[in-house]
């Protein structure tokens, strides 16, 4: 098992650029999730899909922020224009969900970002 | 809403134990444990559901008092692989059962030493 596939590793961007992030969940999952985590608010819960439909993306900072998940296998986190302040490591992670249970969240390796 | 963690950075030596906490203010349908090594992504140890279930590692052992709403991680026999960032990621419950949202706390920072 691959595991989840994050990419790029590492971005880093000048203040006002476009930044695309991508994942790959683990093959048969239903749930995907990005956080971002930083030393001052630590890791945050930005969106959440299940089924690839959105299902919370209250924490999504701002508008600035959109996420997609065409497909079962495929997501992006865009930050179109991007500042300073995102700059943080960005995780996806993924989960089976069956029946309204709870189960556990397998985390990507991260985008770190730095937007200078 | 985030849960609160305690101690924030523990100090052992291989052998001993260490007990972290896990307190949140809101009616808990789960709570999960994660470790994070320096510069890796976190990964999963316990998940522990009201009732009693849980689901995880057997060499690690957790509690969740749901009257309470809190959890306690309970290391045993330290090892120097046990050293990392500990989470907890507190989740509630709808009509559907558990939402799948967590809400991870501020983190206990573990270090083992020789």
């Known amino acids: 098992d691959a595991g989840v596939i994050q990419s790029p590793r590492h971005e880093v961007t000048e203040m006002g650029q476009e930044v695309t992030l991508r994942c790959k969940p683990i093959?048969?999952?239903?749930?995907l999730f990005w956080y971002r985590q930083t030393m001052m608010r630590g890791l945050e819960l930005l969106i959440y899909?299940?089924?690839?439909?959105?299902?919370?993306d209250s924490g999504m900072p701002e508008d600035r922020f959109s996420a997609k998940m065409p497909n079962a296998s495929f997501s992006t986190l865009k930050i179109q224009p991007s500042e300073p302040r995102d700059s943080a490591v960005y995780f996806c992670?993924?989960?089976?969900?069956?029946?309204?249970?709870?189960?556990?969240?397998?985390f990507g390796p991260g985008t770190r970002l730095t937007v200078t | 809403q985030q849960p609160v963690q305690s101690p924030q950075a523990v100090i052992l030596r291989e052998g001993e134990d260490a007990v972290i906490n896990c307190s949140s203010s809101?009616?808990?349908?789960?709570v999960h444990w994660y470790r994070q090594k320096h510069g890796e992504a976190p990964v999963f140890l316990m998940i522990?559901?009201?009732?009693?279930e849980q689901k995880g590692h057997e060499k690690i052992s957790a509690s969740f008092n749901e009257k309470k709403q809190q959890s306690s991680l309970y290391l045993t026999a330290s090892q120097l692989s046990y050293s990392g960032t500990y989470f907890c990621?507190?989740?509630?419950?709808?009509?559907?059962?558990?939402?799948?949202?967590?809400?991870f706390g501020t983190g206990t920072l573990l270090a083992v030493q020789p």
């Open positions: 992670a993924s989960s089976l969900r069956l029946a309204g249970g709870s189960y556990e969240q397998y």
């Open positions: 093959s048969g999952h239903n749930s």
């Open positions: 899909f299940n089924n690839n439909v959105p299902i919370d």
């Open positions: 809101k009616a808990l349908y789960s």
């Open positions: 522990l559901l009201k009732g009693g």
């Open positions: 990621g507190t989740e509630m419950g709808d009509y559907g059962g558990a939402t799948n949202k967590l809400i």
